[in-house]
């Protein structure tokens, strides 16, 4: 106890360190089903995952990741299947922002889907990380 006490400091400087370590993680609001813009992009180039961006007509056609396939989140518990057949299939969830995304993962996985992920912060995210935009 006394040495708690003797060095206090260091104990505070050590918790804020880890806590500003933690930090990123937490208030990103990822998770083990979240993926920042350049893990997407390792995923779809070392596993070919499918993108599936769930916005509506509009948006996808003002920009979306190159090769991603629009099926909108009202449409896609009817139409997931049919554009991703293979339920082992990485698949990652794209919207404007990222809440429709992580709302599209529930439903995926309620469709058997087993590697399904989202990309955290959106189209947003991806043009901040000046990643290729396709429009079409």
């Not at 993926?35 to 948006?59: H, I």
């Not at 922002?97 to 058997?112: D, F, I, P, T």
Request: charged share 20%; hydrophobic share 50%.
């Amino acid at each position: 106890m006394s040495f708690v006490i003797e060095n206090w400091v260091l104990l505070a400087v050590a918790l804020t360190s880890g806590g500003m370590l933690l930090w990123p993680a937490l208030s990103s609001g990822g998770g083990a089903d979240s993926l920042n813009p350049n893990e997407v992009v390792q995923l779809m180039n070392r596993e070919k995952a499918v993108v599936v961006d769930v916005c509506g007509a509009d948006e996808f056609a003002a920009g979306h990741v190159v090769g991603a396939k629009n099926v909108p989140l009202d449409q896609l518990e009817a139409k997931l299947t049919g554009v991703v057949k293979n339920k082992a299939t990485p698949v990652v969830l794209v919207c404007a922002s990222g809440m429709r995304s992580k709302r599209a993962l529930a439903v995926a996985k309620k469709l058997g889907y087993e590697n399904v992920r989202s990309l955290s912060g959106g189209m947003g995210a991806w043009r901040s990380a000046s990643l290729p935009v396709d429009k079409a």
